[in-house]
């Protein structure tokens, strides 16, 4: 059996391993395959497993792959596969859900944790000799924030919204939460759902953790902005569409937004255009919330397992 990994490297840069998919056959591993669909198709051959991250796969392309039966998706987004095409031709397509939790979690507080004390510019201004030269025992050059007491509201209350509350309330937060599905036993004194409305308007932090959808692409834009408390703070470790990213800009040039942090935009990698790059008080990381080593042995344990129950005849985590 041929299986095929158009692009390994992001997953696996070299310290994890791919011997458990090459227990299932013959594997060849790109660490990258270009986005064009000859090269694409050029690549793929005559496997019948392939594995993609975000090489994309249209149902032109499959068309023209008759050999393939099985698309293992390396991520839990699969929007770079027609899964509707797969489906019309029979291929199986799986994703990897839940691998990266407590990942997404914890870099949503490093930003915002970086955002109340700006952690890595006040180092940076120590080896610069500021802090030796100052007439004072202390210093700051921007202003600290506290978050015990604060509301933070969490559009998006799966299993990463959650894990994302549980850290908040530890910290003193009062919780927010918004989402078309409601699981009454989540809710205590300190967490609480409400409406998308009451949460822009009452929550002193707001962090995006819901999928992508045509209904709610660009629903941080100016008008869900106006809504807001002058000064709020904005994290996006979600996706990046979510955000009109020129509104956001306009809303931290003017102060309305005191800061934002996104481990995600709009058009990845970001372009030198994007309007992010150009506004105030903005963190960005370059898309990371899902990489620790941890987070990524989990998604490659998910995979071959993946795969495993396909061959047995017996497919998990299927989306075509």
């Known amino acids: 059996m041929n299986i095929v990994v158009l692009d390994g490297y992001t997953l696996n840069p ?25 090269q694409i198709i050029k690549t793929i051959g005559d496997a019948e497993i392939i594995l993609t991250n975000k090489t994309p796969l249209t149902g032109e392309i499959l068309k023209q792959v008759p050999s393939v039966k099985y698309i293992g998706v390396l991520a839990t987004g699969y929007n770079v596969v027609d899964t509707a095409a797969a489906k019309e031709l029979g291929i199986v397509v799986a ?3 839940a691998y990266s939790t407590d990942s997404v979690a914890q870099l949503t507080f490093a930003l915002l944790l970086e955002i109340c004390h700006h952690a890595g510019a006040h180092s940076e201004a120590v080896y610069k000799g500021d802090w030796s030269r100052n007439a ?35 910290f003193g937060l009062k919780v927010l939460a918004n989402d078309n599905n409601r699981y009454p036993a989540l809710e205590n004194e300190n967490c609480k759902y409400v409406s998308l409305d009451t949460l822009l308007m009452e929550s002193d932090i707001i962090s995006l953790h819901c999928p992508l959808t045509e209904s709610n692409r660009e629903m941080l834009n100016a008008m869900s902005i106006a809504k807001m408390k002058d000064g709020v703070l904005i994290i996006n470790t ?6 009109n990213e020129a509104d956001l800009c306009s809303a931290l040039n003017s102060g309305k937004v005191g800061a934002a942090a996104v481990d995600v935009v709009s058009v990845e990698p ?3 255009d994007n309007p992010l790059l150009k506004a105030k008080n903005c963190i960005m990381t370059p898309h990371i919330a899902w990489a620790p080593k941890e987070a990524r042995l989990r998604l490659m344990n998910i995979a071959v397992e993946n795969l495993r ?8 985590n299927i989306v075509s």
């Open 270 to 272: 970001i372009r030198p």
């Open 95 to 97: 994703n990897v859900p």
């Open 309 to 316: 129950a396909f061959l047995a005849g017996e497919p998990v």
């Open 136 to 170: 004072d025992f202390c210093f700051w050059n921007f202003p600290l924030i506290e978050l015990s007491g604060k509301t933070i509201g969490i559009i998006g209350f799966g299993r990463i919204g959650q894990a994302v509350a549980k850290i908040a309330q530890a």
């Open 14 to 38: 070299g310290d994890l391993s791919w011997d458990g998919i090459r227990d299932f056959g013959n594997v060849t591993v790109h660490d990258r395959t270009g986005h064009s669909a000859d």
């Open 238 to 243: 979600s996706r990046g569409p979510l955000v």
